[in-house]
């Protein structure tokens, strides 16, 4: 193997502003190596490809078509992250975007302690500033106090068992230590609660979002039905569909950015398949509509709808959607579509 008599190249943990960088990578139109340098102009902390908020350094190298997975090189030689994005904003030049050393060593080091990727561990909390003085001192806060407001908690994470609305946390988990910490490690929690000052042990964890951003490289799962086809919202379905989350309708952003997991599966009506079974039905009405129950009882993910529709010997197959949309079917027309190949008038597989 070529690389086993290569150098093993050395990480800097903790780039600073204004450090010099040099990205390395084979941009497109090319076959040879290709070098930009800048300085690191600033931190962020929002992937754009992930919908996820991390630890990320922006810097004013050029980053090209071609150099995503290149690593950056400070001054010393030392490597301070690897190229992921560049900007695509009219008249923006020269702003890159870099996955810091310490995010990629969590990765490296979460496998091997684990066996498998477990991903960075959340706090299940929202929260909000506490700048204005009258809303501070309604619950008591000094002049001298600093945190946040709890206003939700995820009804799925452990801290829903301690943590309450209106909470006031002295700080907040910042991206820089979420980072350098790992499912199953325990952070100290202080809250103000009732003007009484409490303290917790929390386990932190990955939880589950309601919009997933990945499927763990499976197959997304769907259900077809008399040409209908069902499948569980996520975020790469918004992105094939709509390109990018803002094109998207905004009652499925909304969804995504501000529903908690208290339900399973967001189970969505995405195609409708030519069949003389939906005649009558426009695309354009339905498309994405999330539906909520089968003939009456709430959906609560993809598995349970087809298992329902499966069994129902009810006359009709009735699907509530959102905005008090109805599509009805006979029940007869499951399993007789020949217009689809034998035995794919469903398909269904777990997520």
């Known amino acids: 193997m070529p690389w086993l008599n290569g150098t093993q190249i050395k990480h800097r943990m903790k780039p600073a502003l204004r450090d010099p960088v040099t990205v390395v990578g084979y941009p497109t139109e090319g076959d040879t190596i290709s070098v930009t340098s800048g300085v690191v102009s600033r931190t962020i902390f929002h992937y754009f490809h992930a919908s996820t908020e991390l630890l990320g350094l922006q810097i004013d190298a050029a980053i090209l078509n071609g150099y995503s997975g290149g690593p950056a090189f400070n001054d010393e030689g030392k490597c301070i992250g690897i190229a992921f994005?560049?900007?695509?904003?009219?008249?923006?030049?020269?702003?890159?975007?870099?996955?810091?050393?310490?995010?990629?060593?969590?990765?490296?080091?979460?496998?091997?302690?684990?066996?498998?990727?477990?991903?960075?561990?959340?706090?299940?909390?929202?929260?909000?500033?506490?700048?204005?003085?009258?809303?501070?001192?309604?619950?008591?806060?000094?002049?001298?106090?600093?945190?946040?407001?709890?206003?939700?908690?995820?009804?799925?994470?452990?801290?829903?068992?301690?943590?309450?609305?209106?909470?006031?946390?002295?700080?907040?988990?910042?991206?820089?230590?979420?980072?350098?910490?790992?499912?199953?490690?325990?952070?100290?929690?202080?809250?103000?609660?009732?003007?009484?000052?409490?303290?917790?042990?929390?386990?932190?964890?990955?939880?589950?979002?309601?919009?997933?951003?990945?499927?763990?490289?499976?197959?997304?799962?769907?259900?077809?039905?008399?040409?209908?086809?069902?499948?569980?919202?996520?975020?790469?379905?918004?992105?094939?569909?709509?390109?990018?989350?803002?094109?998207?309708?905004?009652?499925?952003?909304?969804?995504?950015?501000?529903?908690?997991?208290?339900?399973?599966?967001?189970?969505?009506?995405?195609?409708i398949l030519v069949a003389d079974f939906n005649f009558g039905y426009n695309y354009e009405d339905i498309e994405n509509n999330h539906v909520l129950c089968f003939n009456g009882k709430p959906v609560k993910n993809l598995k349970s709808l087809a298992m329902m529709v499966e069994s129902c010997n009810d006359e009709y197959l009735k699907f509530d959607l959102e905005f008090q949309k109805v599509v009805v079917l006979k029940t007869e027309s499951k399993g007789r579509n020949p217009k689809y190949p034998e035995n794919s008038w469903h398909t269904f597989s777990d997520v």
């Not at 909000?128 to 946040?148: A, C, D």
Request: proline share 5%; glycine share 8%; with cysteine.
């Open 85 to 271: 994005h560049c900007s695509q904003c009219q008249n923006v030049e020269g702003i890159g975007y870099l996955i810091p050393t310490p995010v990629i060593m969590h990765f490296m080091k979460d496998y091997e302690k684990n066996g498998t990727y477990t991903g960075f561990p959340v706090l299940g909390v929202e929260w909000q500033k506490m700048e204005n003085p009258v809303l501070r001192r309604s619950i008591g806060m000094t002049s001298n106090q600093k945190g946040v407001r709890i206003r939700r908690v995820q009804p799925t994470a452990p801290e829903s068992q301690v943590l309450k609305p209106d909470d006031f946390r002295s700080g907040k988990e910042s991206a820089l230590v979420l980072s350098i910490l790992y499912t199953g490690d325990h952070v100290q929690v202080k809250v103000l609660r009732n003007l009484k000052t409490l303290g917790f042990d929390i386990m932190l964890g990955t939880h589950t979002q309601l919009i997933p951003t990945h499927i763990k490289g499976k197959f997304p799962s769907y259900y077809i039905i008399g040409g209908f086809v069902f499948t569980a919202l996520t975020v790469l379905l918004l992105l094939s569909e709509y390109k990018y989350q803002s094109d998207a309708p905004v009652r499925l952003v909304d969804k995504l950015k501000h529903s908690m997991a208290e339900s399973e599966q967001v189970v969505v009506m995405s195609q």
